[in-house]
């Protein structure tokens, strides 16, 4: 079956670490996006990616990093710039025009606490 | 940042009433989904719409393009408890088809 894999479910950093947020994808779409969610709010863009070696900068990207270099996966690096970063992450991936593609698919998110 | 005003936060309701949210924008936006996701996980796609004005359902759910493109809502009938989690808005805004921009959710509780 085609879908979005996030690992880990569950991620504990300890101040000053960099993590890295798995996000890999079966389904050949083009564009893959990672987003966090704190509790009680919505979805805030991070970073996202139209195609393979090539991403922008989403609303909150400072203290995060990303690289593309496969269609199948995105990665999220966490940096320890990222001064509050415990929240739920979730990644989605989607492909423009094609038929049958409604919208993003997403995983099943990464929560991440600081200890 | 988000463009989508939704409405509203939260819901408290009984079962078998009906309920309904809205989502607002300022942009012009050409596609509209509706999101639900249950706590620890991840949203799942419930409904998309297309064009101005199309109605579409699924079973007790059906959500409407607002005629202006701005705006758009969600009904959910009869609902029952496994209705409970929080619901999303997102739009397509026509000048940028790259990404979608959420609302801020309604959690809806239901009460057996």
């Known amino acids: 079956d085609g879908g979005i894999t996030q690992s880990p479910k569950y991620l504990f950093r300890k101040e000053g670490q960099n993590v890295t947020l798995s996000c890999e994808q079966n389904l050949n779409h083009d564009a893959m996006y990672w987003y966090r969610q704190d509790p009680g709010q919505g979805l805030r863009l991070i970073y996202y990616s139209q195609i393979v070696n090539d991403f922008q900068k989403g609303d909150i990207a400072e203290g995060y990093s990303v690289s593309r270099e496969k269609k199948e996966s995105f990665p999220l690096t966490v940096t320890s710039a990222q001064k509050n970063p415990t929240a739920f992450y979730l990644c989605?991936?989607?492909?423009?025009?094609?038929?049958?593609?409604?919208?993003?698919?997403f995983g099943s998110g990464t929560r991440l606490t600081v200890v | 940042g988000q463009q989508l005003n939704q409405s509203p936060q939260s819901m408290f309701i009984q079962e078998g009433e009906d309920v309904s949210m809205n989502c607002t924008s300022s942009?012009?936006?050409?596609?509209w989904l509706w999101y639900k996701q249950e706590p620890g996980e991840g949203p799942v796609l419930l409904i998309a719409l297309y064009k101005a004005g199309e109605l579409t359902s699924n079973g007790r759910l059906t959500a409407q393009f607002g005629i202006t493109r701005k705006d758009s809502f969600l009904n959910i009938s009869a609902s029952i408890p496994s209705d409970v989690g929080i619901y999303f808005c997102a739009g397509q805004r026509i000048d940028n088809f790259n990404k979608f921009y959420f609302g801020s959710g309604t959690k809806l509780n239901v009460k057996p």
């Open positions: 989605a991936s989607w492909s423009a025009g094609r038929t049958g593609d409604y919208g993003y698919t």
């Open positions: 942009s012009i936006f050409n596609t």
